[in-house]
Nanobody, 122 residues
Framework: QVQLVESGGGLVQAGGSLRLSCAAS????????MGWFRQAPGKEREFVAALNWSGGITVYADSVKGRFTISRDNAKNTVYLQMNSLKPEYTAVYYCAAGGVLRYSEYVNDYWGQGTQVTVSS
């Protein structure tokens, strides 16, 4: 059983930064991709970013390219999402994802975290 626990969400002003973390437990995921999705109120969950097992391959949604950076620390079984130059439209619940397959620009995961709220005020 894999557990993913996100942290780092909160309230920030437009233009500010936040760093999300997601710690995995219950199984070592060092050989699997990890990533982030988000779901805004009234909208479907959407892909944000993902990276392969080594972190050498990263994929981003067009809407966050140049603003967000995904990284991982396999020694800690943790994935991060550095979010800079935040905009109000980025307000959403951000979900950590792990396992599964990252192929080309598509990430299909096996596991979900419980989500962390990010609110960007204008």
């Amino acid at each position: 059983q894999v557990q993913l626990v996100e942290s780092g969400g909160g309230l920030v002003q437009a233009g500010g930064s936040l760093r999300l973390s997601c710690a995995a437990s219950g199984r070592t995921l060092t050989m699997y991709p990890m990533g982030w999705f988000r779901q805004a109120p009234g909208k479907e969950r959407e892909f944000v970013a993902a990276l392969n097992w080594s972190g050498g391959i990263t994929v981003y949604a067009d809407s966050v390219k140049g603003r967000f950076t995904i990284s991982r620390d396999n020694a800690k079984n943790t994935v991060y999402l550095q979010m800079n130059s935040l905009k109000p439209e980025y307000t959403a619940v951000y979900y950590c994802a792990a396992g599964g397959v990252l192929r080309y620009s598509e990430y299909v995961n096996d596991y979900w975290g419980q989500g962390t709220q990010v609110t960007v005020s204008s």
